[in-house]
């Protein structure tokens, strides 16, 4: 038999439950199907519990600077993992307790459980049951990569699924994978107490960032201890007794480095492969992302896609504004559009770094004249206070029409203070409106309108 909706929704990630509350308060009825976690990889795999981990090896890091601010221990700093483990889980679960139980509770909507598969343009079968639905959308999210590197089959690995469940610490962690993922589990590792080696193909970390922001990333974790291998341009796994050999082949320093533990960290894969979409005409590209317009259409009539599984955003936040995106020209009448989204992210090590809009590459590329300010957290009262002094941040205006391009805040806070910027980025405002804010002392923002207003102008070719 088969169950007939207004809407079904695929996977209850960051845009199909808010989607599920905004239609069905509209009327509609709603069939949602998840297969796994309510909550998806935010709230199970990826932000709730990685920063909780974070927050827990910030504290044993301050902890062991203590004397620094006048503070004595008294006694070693030890970190008990599974008192770790125990918060992190607290901390995911109440939030997949949450967002299961909003779903039960929500008036006109049927909750599925089980894996979703079309089987003809309009019919999605989950278990014994058949759906079919006026509207569908497919919130099916993405999981990690696992490359096909020589050897691989013959080593144990980890994913950021896998490594949320460890409960002890490991002896050496090899990190496959210098970007955001991997070295957010680098530093927290290495701040539980592990040995940590970040091995990266690139010739530097988080190469989607500029020079600069990579190269002092790079040198606020080998303070802490962490070995970064570069130009790893040919990595294999060998077992070596029980642990793991992880050849790197890199242009300098030795060609193996061995490790008790091995996190895999080389990128994600849409949850596309096993959604029957060629039943429903759904085309993909050849990465597997469900190809959207940009009002996040499939290329079926009556079917979207929202979060990570159409490319077009990678984050909680994009996924949650594909939801807002959806609802706002289905149910409101207006024509919101993905590409009015200026990209905004963070990357949560310590100090972390909040991003907005291009980088300076990216601008410069742009050919237009530019203006840009940089300054290092060591002239920044709130840092100095804080006594957490490492990193920079910059800006990057167009001279002309004055209006902010990008900016990064690598520094104490900068994941919050970013956002001072992105607002009058937004507001497509001219810096200089900024520039003449009056910002409460003493904090990283009030230094925005100060680097505004020492944006030097810079030639747009040169790098
Ligand atoms: C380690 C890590 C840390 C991260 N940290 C951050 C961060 O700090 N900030 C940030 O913004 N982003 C972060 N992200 C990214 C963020 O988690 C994702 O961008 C976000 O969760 C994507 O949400 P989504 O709605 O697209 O899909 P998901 O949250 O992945 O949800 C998809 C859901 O669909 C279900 N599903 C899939 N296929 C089917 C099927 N066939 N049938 C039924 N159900 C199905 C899945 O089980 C899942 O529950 C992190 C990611 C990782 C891996």
Same mark, same amino acid.
């Given at each position: 038999m088969t169950a007939t909706y207004d809407a079904l929704i695929i996977g209850a990630g960051q845009a199909g439950p808010p989607l599920a509350e905004r239609l069905t308060a509209a009327g509609m009825s709603v069939g949602l199907i998840e297969?796994?976690?309510?909550?998806g990889t935010c709230v199970n795999t990826g932000c709730i519990p990685t920063k909780t981990l974070i927050a827990s090896a910030y504290a044993a890091h301050l902890a062991r600077r203590a004397t620094e601010y006048?503070?004595? $221990?008294?006694?070693e700093v030890a970190v008990d993992m599974k008192a770790v483990k125990g918060r992190k889980d607290m901390v995911s679960t109440r939030a997949r307790r949450g967002v299961e139980s909003w779903l039960e509770r929500m008036e006109r909507c049927t909750v599925y459980r089980g894996h979703a598969r079309f089987v003809s343009p309009r019919e999605v079968q989950v278990g014994s049951d058949r759906i079919t639905a006026k509207y569908i959308f497919i919130n099916a999210g993405g999981r990690a990569l696992i490359p096909e590197l *020589?050897?691989?089959?013959?080593v144990a690995t980890l994913t950021n699924t896998s490594i949320l469940e460890l409960d002890a610490l490991p002896r050496h962690l090899v990190v496959v994978g210098g970007s955001y993922v991997g070295l957010e589990f680098a530093q927290m590792y290495r701040r539980f107490g592990a040995a940590v080696t970040v091995v990266e193909r690139? *010739?530097? =970390?988080?190469?989607?960032?500029?020079d600069d922001v990579s190269a002092a990333v790079k040198e606020i974790l080998e303070a802490e201890g962490i070995v970064v291998r570069l130009d790893a341009e040919c990595i294999r796994f060998e077992p070596r007794g029980a642990e793991i050999a992880v050849g790197l082949a890199c242009?300098?320093?030795?060609p193996v480095v061995v490790g008790s533990h091995l996190l895999l960290a080389v990128g994600r894969r849409p949850?596309?492969?096993?959604?029957?979409l060629d039943e429903a005409g759904v085309e993909t590209d050849a990465r597997g992302y469900i190809i959207v317009d940009d009002e996040l259409?499939?290329?079926? *009539?009556?079917i979207w896609a929202l979060g990570d599984c159409n490319g077009r955003g990678a984050f909680t936040h994009t996924s949650y504004n594909d939801f807002e995106i959806v609802a706002a020209n289905l149910l409101d009448g207006e024509r919101r559009r993905v590409s009015d989204r200026i990209p905004a992210y963070a =990357?949560? $090590?310590? *100090?972390p770094l909040g991003r907005a809009g291009m980088t300076e590459a990216q601008a410069r590329a742009t050919g237009r004249p530019l203006l840009v300010g940089r300054r290092p957290m060591s002239r920044v009262g709130r840092a100095i206070e804080k006594g957490e002094t490492k990193g920079f941040m910059m800006a990057i205006a167009d001279?002309?029409?004055?209006?902010? =391009?990008g900016a990064a805040i690598l520094g104490t806070g900068g994941d919050e203070a970013i956002h001072g910027i992105l607002d009058g980025m937004n507001a497509r405002i001219s810096y200089t409106v900024l520039q003449r804010s009056v910002p409460i002392h003493p904090?990283?923002?009030? =230094?925005i309108p100060t680097l505004l207003g020492e944006m030097q102008p810079v030639s747009s070719q040169s790098s």
């Open positions: 297969r796994k976690l309510f909550g006048g503070v004595s $221990i008294g006694g *020589p050897g691989i089959d013959r690139a *010739p530097r =970390l988080i190469a989607r960032e500029d242009a300098s320093g030795a949850n596309t492969d096993d959604l029957g259409r499939t290329s079926a *009539p009556g =990357l949560y $090590i310590d *100090p001279a002309e029409t004055h209006h902010i =391009l904090t990283v923002s009030e =230094l």
